[in-house]
């Protein structure tokens, strides 16, 4: 393994998002700093990598800070695409989201998820509004226990329909967060 690595925290420049973790050595500082794209050193490979190098999802340094021990690495960037090999804006993910992912990637024939997906856009867009009226139903007249199931329902479904888009949650989160500044 490379001589003292450093964790290497990228952050959104724009949202402030934890987009991911990766590990610097000397080299790879000295390549983000020159270079403005995020380099890293991979403990697996034991080499040098560029973040985006096969994916063309690069990220593009705004600015490097040390923390006060000169032992982690803030990166603030904007990022070409997803940073996350998993299609999504950050490695740091929900839960759900991720289990969204995976079940599509593992195209398996009794997954629920690829079954909507597969269906498409109408279909969930159908699921989502059947969900809001049973929790709108559920919060009107019904257990605290039954409000939780349908609000699970109607997040879980309006997940699958943000991929059907081919959207990421965070843009949502982002959205909001515009909201929010401009009121």
Known sequence: MSEELKAAIVQD??????????????????????SGLVHFFSRSRQRLWQ????????????????DCDADAVLVRATADG??????????????????????????????????LLRDGPGRIARKVGEEAVELVVAALSEEDERVVSEAADLWFHTLV??????LDPAAVEDELRRRAISR
């Open 161 to 166: 329909l943000l991929r059907s888009r081919g």
């Open 51 to 66: 973040k985006g190098e096969t994916s063309g999802n690069v990220l593009h340094v705004v600015e490097v800070v040390l």
């Open 82 to 115: 997803p940073t996350c090999h998993d299609g999504s804006t950050s490695c740091f993910t929900p839960w759900l989201w991720r289990t969204v992912l995976q079940r599509e990637r593992a195209q398996s024939e009794d997954s629920y998820v690829v079954a």
């Open 13 to 34: 420049d724009a949202t402030g998002r934890v987009l991911m973790l990766g590990w610097m050595d000397e080299e790879a500082l000295a390549l983000t700093r020159s």
